[in-house]
C-alpha cells in the first residue's frame, strides 16, 4: 500500500477531491477516517455517489482505520481523507506512521479565525496541528492541486 495523499478537508469528498486530487495523485481508493461518517448511513450513501468511477472507498471509524493501515493487507494506493486534524494524532498515538498532511479545507464555525479562503482555525485546532507539527508532521495548505502548497507552520506562525 502506497499513501499518495493524506487530506483534511471538512467536506471530505466533493469536486476538488473527487476529480482534481484523485487524477493528480493517481488514488485508487478513498479511505475516509471519520467516526460519525462511518456511524452516518445518509453521510455514506453521499460519499459514494460523490466517489468517482473506478476509484473504492471505505468509509471507517478513526478505530477501524488504524486496524486498516497497520494490517499490512492493503494494496494500490490510497488517499485517506479526514474531517479534522484531531482524528489524525489518534493514528499517531496508536503507531500509524505519517510525515505530511495536506490541509485542504477547515470551514468556518463559531470561534474559528479565518486565516484563508478555505482555512478557518479555532485555538484547539492550532494546539493541534502544531503539535501534528513537533511529531515531525509535514503539513501544508493546498486547497486543489492547481494552487501553490504553502506551509502551515509559517502561515499559522508557530
Known amino acids: 500500500m502506497k499513501i499518495v495523499l493524506t487530506r483534511v478537508d471538512g467536506r471530505l469528498?466533493?469536486?476538488?477531491?473527487?476529480?482534481?486530487?484523485?487524477?493528480?495523485?493517481g488514488a485508487e481508493h478513498i479511505m475516509v477516517i471519520h467516526d460519525q461518517s462511518a456511524k452516518d448511513e445518509m453521510q455514506k450513501m453521499l460519499l459514494e455517489l460523490a466517489t468517482p468511477s473506478g476509484v473504492s472507498l471505505s468509509i471507517l471509524t478513526v478505530k477501524e482505520g488504524v486496524e486498516k493501515l497497520k494490517s499490512g493487507a492493503l494494496t494500490g494506493k490510497y488517499m485517506l481523507l479526514f474531517k479534522n486534524p484531531h482524528d489524525i494524532i489518534t493514528?499517531?498515538?496508536?503507531?500509524?506512521?505519517?510525515?505530511?498532511?495536506?490541509i485542504g479545507g477547515m470551514y468556518h464555525e463559531d470561534g474559528k479565525e479565518k486565516i484563508d479562503n478555505a482555512l478557518f482555525v479555532g485555538e484547539d485546532d492550532r494546539k493541534v496541528l502544531?503539535?501534528?507539527?513537533?511529531?515531525?508532521?509535514?503539513?501544508?495548505?493546498?486547497?486543489?492541486?492547481?494552487?501553490?502548497?504553502?506551509?502551515?507552520?509559517?502561515?499559522?506562525?508557530?
Open 13 to 25: 469528498i466533493h469536486g476538488q477531491v473527487a476529480v482534481a486530487w484523485t487524477r493528480t495523485t
Open 130 to 158: 502544531k503539535e501534528l507539527s513537533s511529531r515531525g508532521v509535514h503539513l501544508y495548505y493546498q486547497v486543489a492541486p492547481m494552487n501553490a502548497k504553502e506551509d502551515l507552520a509559517k502561515k499559522l506562525g508557530f
Open 91 to 102: 493514528l499517531l498515538d496508536q503507531g500509524v506512521e505519517l510525515t505530511e498532511v495536506n
